[in-house]
């Protein structure tokens, strides 16, 4: 019977007969990119960008906006949040594995440098303009801290505690608490991946602690519910316990497309389900979810990680057959606006709602509002995001150089 490690693509066979040379079938199969079978073994997830998961992003986005905007029939818009957690998950995952298996190792530090990078540039310049505009802004759904001490919170990824254990906000900056639900991910999950590693952990043994941490966050989640007043949002919907729900569905997704079994079933007929079905299943939680889903602790302990499972299922389908839910997704406006903007659409939008939003009146007014948001972060993704990549291209191809032209010179003193 043959066993697999956690090690991606890497399969240790102690039934299979060996060729002379000391291959088994397996070897051979995955040197060949084919299975036992014959069949076409698939690449591994995000051997080639993959644009429909872009429009995913786009469409996500635009639900939150909608959703703080209050637009009729976008009450559920507040999940567009999970599908990035299950996202974030998987695209995560699925590099570390990526490069452990090119490079035999993961190297966290250059992982967490990238990620700040990425992230911190637009972040620093969105908290300096709240800042700037506190006194017009800084009160957007209240605060309870002063404008140093919420721009610090914000700045040091831990709005999601203060919210979930302290029932605090932080005024135009609370909505950040999805950030530091991320980044507290990034802390935590790829040192438990780079040790699973080096115990050579089974594949399906992680796979089922993933799943015990799901279900079991779910239930947490249930059992800690408390019916806020009003319509206010419950704490529980910020705590890092619901958080981890959609975000470990997104590693075990990553997990089982990294197995080549699963992503040859996934390339027929069961991605297009998964596709179809995903977007189904999306859009009608969605459009189900009325206004008083805060509550109901069934909408924490069941809908959301259900949500979550649903989310997993479409980017399942999205990154393993091509349909056309995919081909949508991945049109060029959809999948730019999703890959540029929708970082900077979500820091930036509830600044222009606190800041223009009494002047949008009716139907129209929300439809101009709407525009300034993502005109606003459109500008900001340009003025911030797209200098700081340019710059860590020319980094990284002056040492690229540097490392070639140290080569050739040992090479020629050899």
């Known amino acids: 019977m043959a066993t697999t490690t956690i090690s991606p693509e890497r399969t240790r066979s102690t039934s299979a007969p060996a060729d002379t040379d000391g291959s088994t079938r397996a070897d051979r199969a995955a040197r060949a990119g084919t299975s036992g079978s ?21 469409i996500a986005i635009l639900a939150v906006i909608l959703y703080h905007l209050h637009v009729p029939h976008f009450d559920g818009g507040f999940i567009g949040v999970t599908v990035f957690f299950v996202l974030s998950g998987f695209l995560i995952t699925t590099l570390l594995l990526g490069e452990h298996r090119k490079t035999g190792r993961i190297r966290l530090g250059a992982f967490w440098g990238k990620r700040v990078l990425r992230l911190y540039p637009a972040l620093i310049a969105f908290v300096l303009v709240g800042l700037a505009l506190w006194n017009w802004v800084g009160d957007y759904k209240g605060a309870t801290f002063s404008p140093g001490e919420a721009a610090f919170i914000a700045l040091s990824y831990t709005g999601n505690l203060f919210r979930s254990f302290w029932d605090t906000t932080q005024g135009v900056f609370a909505h950040t608490w999805s950030l530091s639900m991320e980044e507290q991910f990034y802390l935590v999950w790829p040192p438990v991946l780079v040790l699973l590693f080096a115990i050579r952990s089974r594949r399906r043994w992680l796979m089922a602690g993933l799943g015990v941490v799901i279900v079991g966050a779910s239930v947490a989640s249930w059992l800690s519910y408390t019916k806020p007043n009003g319509g ?47 977007l189904a299943a ?47 997704l991945s049109w060029t406006p959809m999948s730019w606006f999703g890959r540029r903007v929708s970082y900077s659409a979500y820091l930036w939008h509830p600044l222009v709602i606190a800041l223009l939003g009494t002047f949008a009146i009716g139907a129209w ?40 032209d140290r080569a050739a010179r040992e090479h020629a003193t050899a």
């Open 365 to 404: 007014g929300k439809v101009w509002l709407i525009g300034a948001a993502l005109l606003v972060a459109v500008g900001a993704a340009y003025a911030v995001e797209v200098p700081v990549e340019k710059a860590r291209k020319r980094v990284r191809e002056a040492k690229r150089l540097v490392a070639a």
């Open 282 to 328: 999306l859009v009608g939680v969605l459009l189900w979810i009325d206004g008083d889903w805060t509550q109901h602790a069934a909408t924490f302990g069941v809908v959301l990680p259900v949500t979550g499972l649903v989310s997993a299922v479409l980017i399942g389908g999205l990154v393993s057959v091509r349909t056309p839910v995919s081909a949508a």
């Open 232 to 278: 206010s949002t419950p704490d529980v919907y910020f705590s890092p316990v619901l958080g981890v729900v959609p975000l470990a569905t997104g590693c075990l997704l990553a997990l089982m497309l990294d197995d080549e079994r699963v992503r040859r079933v996934a390339a027929g007929i069961a991605g297009h389900l998964a596709s179809w079905i995903g």
């Open 38 to 58: 014959g069949r076409t073994t698939p690449p591994p997830p995000l051997t080639h960008r993959a644009p429909a998961l872009d429009g995913l992003r786009t």
